[in-house]
């Protein structure tokens, strides 16, 4: 199990994702729970992205939510984490 870790800019976007639609927050809040149960999970859809977003994943978060992050490795204690940095609409986040 991985250890999600949010980044300031993930927690401003997600702040301003939820108060369009009191109902995502639920949503999203279980995703986070799902990806730090296993981040490849099927239902999740995580997946690589490609050209300025390089070397980052994304896993949707419902129909046109995406969440975008990377795995890193803690320098502290050596164990991988999420690093969580973005949340919004597919075509705000790519």
Do not use: W
């Amino acid at each position: 199990m991985r250890k999600l870790v949010l980044t300031p800019p993930f927690e401003r976007a997600y702040r301003q994702f939820v108060q369009r639609d009191a109902n995502l927050q639920e949503r999203v809040e279980n995703t986070l729970e799902r990806m730090e149960q296993d981040v490849f999970a099927e239902h999740l859809n995580t997946h690589k992205l490609s050209g300025e977003l390089l070397g980052l994943r994304a896993c949707s978060c419902g129909y046109d939510c995406r969440i975008v992050f990377s795995i890193e490795t803690d320098k502290e204690t050596g164990k991988e984490v999420i690093l969580l940095l973005n949340i919004g609409k597919h075509d705000e986040v790519y």
